[in-house]
């Protein structure tokens, strides 16, 4: 079952195409006009929302930190991303407005489950973003948005992470294109940039073999820091995490606006720095500011591996490893700039012999505290 792949990681990190493709399957008429006929929350109480807090451990978390820079570009609703075991007990201010949105690949993860528990009993509306038919979160929201990643087996989440993002998206058009912020036009232009990503990651699939060297080259590393900005922040953390969970090697993400304000600090000769670069297209030429941090991390001796998008020569002269990723919108850039990330810690893992399925410690769903 693991299709002809060593791992069924590998096997899922592969199967991220088809994961996004099918969570975009039959969600939008030709026009572009979404119809998430799932979420059976009343169109009018949908308007009336105006706050959205979205609850998530570890990946998926992630997959909401990503969502909130897309959700609050397009719908103006002010969005909170909360760890579940954080929102749980301390206390929130959460009512009959608050749209509460839920990730979880698993459907089961006690401390999201018990989170989204206590948004309803305070009168919030839940959505839940969620990998497996009929699992508790979903049986206890309002409403459930499935990402059609197909089962998930490897310990570390790869597809699910990716399909969740792409959930979340579709659920922030949906909002806005109810609270009528968005053309129809703008919607169906996102969706399109949306539908062409699957070829876009397969062409990343299919050019593994210079990042899975540098993963066998640095098989002896002791720690690696991942940087990014902006949605490339929760990618640098997510990053980070696989490359933990997976090889047992201490990682860090950070944003990258934070470096001079401590991190810069652990910047030595020879220190492994990822650094997930926005694309120059982008607004607010975050460009530029991630390029002088990676110059600032060189001139003090760190090892840059960038991550940045096809034509981005800037890049080139202070990098010693550069990997392009297609051009795509900035918004959605993680899709793509996640999937190096995996396929770096899953090599490396690799390469030091770990059962990159079942990594030391971990559980796929954590259904205890
Ligand atoms: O099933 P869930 O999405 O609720 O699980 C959440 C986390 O436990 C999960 O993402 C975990 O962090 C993975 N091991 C990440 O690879």
Not at 60 to 84: D, F, N
Not at 218 to 229: E, N, Q
Request: include cysteine; proline fraction near 5%; charged fraction near 25%.
């Amino acid at each position: 079952e693991k299709g002809g792949y060593p791992s069924f990681m590998e096997k899922e990190i592969n199967d991220q195409p088809a994961a996004v493709g099918d969570t975009l399957l039959g969600r939008a008429d030709a026009n572009g006009r979404l119809m998430l006929d799932e979420v059976r929350i009343d169109p009018e109480l949908l308007k009336s929302v105006d706050k959205i807090i979205v609850l998530a451990c570890g990946t998926s978390a992630y997959a909401g930190q990503v969502a909130k820079y897309a959700i609050e570009h397009w719908c103006r609703i002010p969005t909170e991303v909360e760890l579940s075991h954080e929102f749980r007990y301390r206390d929130p201010i959460v009512d009959g407005n608050t749209l509460v949105v839920s990730i979880s690949q698993s459907g089961e993860t006690m401390d999201t489950l018990m989170a989204v528990r206590y948004a309803r009993e305070q009168g919030a509306k839940t959505v839940a973003i969620c990998n497996t038919n009929g699992s508790t979160i979903p049986r206890e929201s309002d409403a459930v948005l499935y990402t059609h990643a197909g089962p998930e087996i490897a310990v570390a989440s790869t597809k699910a992470f990716l399909a969740q993002i792409t959930a979340a998206y579709l659920l922030g058009l949906y909002l806005a294109q109810l609270r009528g912020l968005k053309f129809q036009g703008e919607i169906r232009d996102i969706l399109s940039d949306l539908g062409a990503i699957p070829k876009k990651i397969q062409a990343i699939l299919d050019n593994a073999d210079q990042i899975k060297k540098l993963a066998r080259e640095m098989a002896d590393t002791k720690s690696v820091l991942f940087l990014g900005r902006h949605v490339g922040f929760p990618v640098a953390m997510e990053g980070a995490l696989k490359l933990k969970e997976l090889a047992y090697i201490h990682a860090e993400g950070f944003a990258a606006g934070e470096l001079k304000h401590g991190p810069i600090a652990l910047i030595e000769e020879g220190q492994p720095v990822f650094v997930v670069v926005p694309s120059p297209r982008g607004r607010h030429s975050l460009h530029s500011k991630v390029v002088s941090n990676i110059q600032e991390i060189r001139a003090r001796g760190a090892k840059t591996i960038v991550i940045a998008e096809e034509g981005d020569e800037a890049v080139r002269a202070y990098a010693e490893h550069v990997f392009y990723i297609p051009e795509t919108p900035t918004l959605l850039a993680p899709l793509l700039a996640t999937v190096p990330l995996q396929m770096f810690a899953c090599e490396l893992a690799t390469a030091k012999g770990y059962d990159v399925d079942q990594p030391r410690n971990l559980a796929k769903s954590v259904t205890v505290e």
